[in-house]
């Protein structure tokens, strides 16, 4: 995923039959304008979804934010969604 400044990728393992994630692993992120970020969470929450969050504190500004990424399988297909 990729939108603006902010880049994060994942790899994920899953199964469209029985509409499971199985695996995830190997988190990258890059986030422009950010002093610092840290990976807070990568697996599985359900499981059918796979998930990344990624905290990040801006520079110049007092402001932190986590972002996320998320795979979600079900009914056959897999899609991505992600914070705005």
Do not use: E
């Amino acid at each position: 995923m990729w939108v603006g400044l902010v880049s994060l990728s994942f790899y994920a393992s899953y199964n469209l039959g029985n509409n499971t994630v199985t695996n995830v692993y190997g988190a990258g992120w890059s986030i422009g304008g950010a002093c610092g970020a840290n990976l807070v969470y990568l697996g599985r929450p359900a499981t059918n979804i796979g998930r990344m969050d990624v905290s990040a504190q801006m520079c110049g500004i007092p402001y932190s934010t986590t972002f996320w990424l998320q795979l979600t399988v079900r009914s056959g297909s897999a899609s991505v969604s992600w914070s705005p």
